[in-house]
């Protein structure tokens, strides 16, 4: 059964006041007895606290590093930019349990991420610390530096990663993703995150990956391997090289790869889909691919059908591609 708090109806402002008041104790910025009063003024104003409570509830179950970055003290961008997706929030709890279906959804695409690039699009940041981000394709990232840490949080998508010297005040970097931690030992290397792990390529220095649920599983990969971890395993290290961060170039290098495979990768950097018909699926493809905007995966299907005895076949205005045999 649903609690009051949750089936009646609240207005956007009343939300929206909850949400500040939120932040406000939060951070210090308010008394108790002033918050108790506006609380106390109005049935409504108690029933938007029961709802924000409600979220804090929701909230004290995910794990602290990847909690709602809208509830930390924004860097930058200022407290009008920190209330007013606190206030979206606010109003998806208008709809519990809807909402916070929806909020999840949301967060789990990085739609609140500081940092994102749209498919196609690739991203290069310089942080405070001299790490060199850059983003790869449809990717979001939160960073969260404090006096005693330095986290990348990966929401979703791909990262290549160049630390800076030894951070002055010994703060560990972490790069969390939902699967885990990926923590560099002076190095470079790549992380991205899929549905179904984190995979981690290290091309210089080492770097420690452990599970989120399985901190003995954790492995310290050399330069030139790769893994894959999950919430409670990592997969045995393999060999990598620097082909894997190939796409902070603008290419994607293929050795014998599966035509399916190569077609999900760059359906990655374009809207829509490419996909592949069953009897051209398992074609093996090598070769040196354009990737980035959509002009540039277009070059990397006009090359596949100049070499291969493929047609491209394009519907719903070019939204979804199929690769089938010649005919």
């Known amino acids: 059964m649903k609690s009051a708090a949750a089936s009646a109806v609240i207005s956007s402002e009343a939300l ?3 949400a500040d008041w939120l932040l406000r104790l939060r951070d210090g910025e308010a008394d108790r007895q002033s918050f108790e009063q506006w609380r106390s003024s109005s049935p409504e104003h108690a029933r938007a606290w ?3 409570e409600m979220l804090l509830g929701k909230i004290a179950a995910v794990p602290p590093a990847l909690a709602l970055p809208a509830l930390d003290r924004p860097t930058r961008g200022g407290r009008r930019a920190a209330l007013a997706k606190i206030g979206k929030l606010a109003l998806l709890l208008g709809l519990l349990p809807a909402g916070w279906t929806a909020w999840s959804l949301m967060e789990r695409q990085g739609l609140f991420a500081e940092y994102r690039t749209a498919a196609g699009e690739r991203r290069e940041l310089r942080l405070a610390d ?3 981000l850059t983003l790869n394709t449809a990717t979001a990232v939160d960073v969260r530096f404090s006096p005693d840490s330095r986290l990348i949080l990966l929401r979703t998508g791909e990262i290549l990663v160049a630390t800076g010297h030894d951070d002055a005040a010994g703060r560990p970097l972490q790069v969390l993703t939902r699967h885990g931690a990926a923590t560099p030992l002076g190095t470079r290397f790549t992380v991205r995150q899929g549905d179904g792990g984190t995979h981690v390529a290290v091309f210089e220095g080492r770097v420690r990956i452990a599970p989120m649920r399985a901190s003995d599983a954790a492995r310290v990969l050399e330069s030139g391997q790769r893994a894959t971890y999950g919430e409670s395993a990592v997969t045995p290290p393999q060999a990598t090289d620097d082909s894997a961060s190939a796409w902070a170039h603008g290419m ?3 050795d014998d790869m599966p035509l399916s495979e190569l077609a999900a990768e760059l359906s990655r950097y ?3 889909l490419i996909h592949c018909a069953g009897d051209v699926a398992d074609w093996r493809v090598s070769g040196a691919f354009p ?3 959509a002009a540039a995966i277009d070059r990397s299907l006009a090359m596949l059908a100049a070499t291969h005895p ?4 394009r519907r719903l205005s ?3 591609v199929t690769l089938g045999a010649r005919r």
């Not at 493929?310 to 076949?313: A, G, K, P, T, V």
């Open 270 to 272: 374009r809207p829509g």
């Open 291 to 293: 990737v980035g905007d």
């Open 50 to 52: 029961a709802r924000a």
């Open 318 to 320: 070019g939204l979804w």
């Open 310 to 313: 493929l047609d491209i076949r």
């Open 16 to 18: 929206d006041e909850a």
């Open 252 to 254: 994607l290098l293929a």
């Open 130 to 132: 001299g790490t060199r």
